[in-house]
């Protein structure tokens, strides 16, 4: 096994939760002796990646670019633009034991490459389905669930979706915090007048302007409290007024900066309608930070009432009466700090990497491969 070769197919790699949590996986197979290589239209060189591994790759924006243009400019031929991109990226990949589909356009490329003799295997994130609008889009995604690839999910609630969706039910790989990265910082001492507050600034299912209509209907019930809430985040999400004093967005944060944030947080909020495993209450708990979240996708660390307080999706007053209760109820925020920073320590990538080299093993043995030449030939 140690000189396996394994490449992973990357539709694109920028700055994103799901592409660390894989280029972290990566970096540990490297570590135990597998031959590691990644192959992706365009490399964003933004994440201490091992120089072990391989980086196959056009090494220009241009095809990135020209395909998010095709996009925008010829939505109707949504479909033939993306297979067209796809079928880029297969001429590129390497001769590997097992091609690694990572998001679900790229799990047709590691199908196609299973006929070379590779094994398709696929790491599942989300339930792509939902970040689709174009019809046929959705079941070009949704029909990826069917391949007859190897698949893992990365969460208890996707594997619940899949499941429903297929009538299989498939391994979970959880991800993991970077504990080098994520830990209380500066004694993790906070002015005890003022509430920190910090979410992902994101709209969509992350639903940014959602927490910050329930801290404004917090803040109407604490006149003589500062309640100061931070989004973070590439871009700033609309539909939220920013003064830079009570609400402030932090751009592009360097990952010190970010663990710092967290640290100096009173709570960490996510009140998304849709997520597998998100990171931000993982790292905040690694921080010291108290968490409120949505049930979905954080069933595998976030227990309610115990390291965690768990709302409704959607539902602004709710999770303005949990902000309220731990503004109020400083022994419960010091029982869901003290319990999360439990749970964040159970989760390191050096144990999940064992959990995820059983699953290749286990599709080695299964002979994937096998039965997609017996469907295409």
Avoid at 192 to 203: E, S, T, V
Avoid at 209 to 232: C, D, M, T
């Amino acid at each position: 096994m140690e000189s396996l070769r394994i490449n992973y197919i990357m539709y694109w790699t920028g700055r994103d939760g799901g592409i660390r949590v894989l280029f972290n996986f990566m970096n540990e197979l490297v570590k135990s002796g597998y031959e590691i290589s990644l192959t992706t239209m365009y490399y964003y060189d933004w994440f201490p990646l091992s120089r072990d591994i391989k980086i196959i790759s056009k090494r220009t924006r241009f095809n990135q670019y020209l395909l998010s243009g095709k996009l925008r400019l010829f939505k109707n031929n949504e479909l033939l633009h993306r297979v067209r991109y796809l079928k880029k990226l297969y001429d590129m990949v390497p001769r590997a034991d097992i091609n690694v589909a990572t998001f679900s356009p790229t799990a047709y490329v590691a199908s196609w490459k299973s006929m070379d003799g590779s094994i398709p295997f696929y790491h599942m994130q989300h339930f792509e389905t939902i970040m689709f609008s174009n019809p046929l889009m959705k079941k070009f995604v949704s029909d990826t669930y069917s391949l007859p690839i190897y698949k893992i999910a990365n969460s208890k609630w996707l594997q619940k979706k899949l499941t429903l969706l297929t009538g299989n039910e498939y391994p979970i790989v959880n991800p993991a915090t970077e504990h080098e990265i994520f830990y209380p910082r500066n004694g993790h001492q906070r002015d005890g007048r003022d509430i920190n507050i910090i979410a992902l600034g994101k709209g969509g299912w992350k639903n940014a302007v959602g927490i910050f209509y329930a801290v404004n209907l917090v803040r109407s019930k604490f006149p003589e409290k500062k309640i100061i809430l931070h989004f973070f985040g590439q871009s700033p999400p609309q539909g939220i007024q920013f003064d830079n004093r009570e609400t402030i967005f932090h751009k592009n944060l360097s990952d010190d900066q970010l663990a710092e944030l967290y640290s100096n947080s009173d709570i960490q909020v996510t009140f998304s309608t849709a997520e597998s495993f998100p990171l931000p209450p993982l790292e905040a708990m690694a921080c010291g930070s108290a968490v409120i979240t949505t049930p979905y996708g954080t069933e595998d660390y976030a227990v309610d009432g115990l390291n965690a307080l768990i709302v409704e999706p959607n539902n602004v007053e709710m999770l303005a009466d949990k902000i309220r209760l731990l503004i109020e109820n400083e022994g419960l925020r010091k029982k869901l700090t003290e319990n999360g920073f439990k749970t964040a320590s159970k989760f390191n990538y050096p144990e999940q990497t064992k959990i995820l080299e059983a699953q290749f093993k286990l599709a080695l043995n299964q002979d994937q491969n096998s039965e997609f030449k017996r469907m295409v030939l």
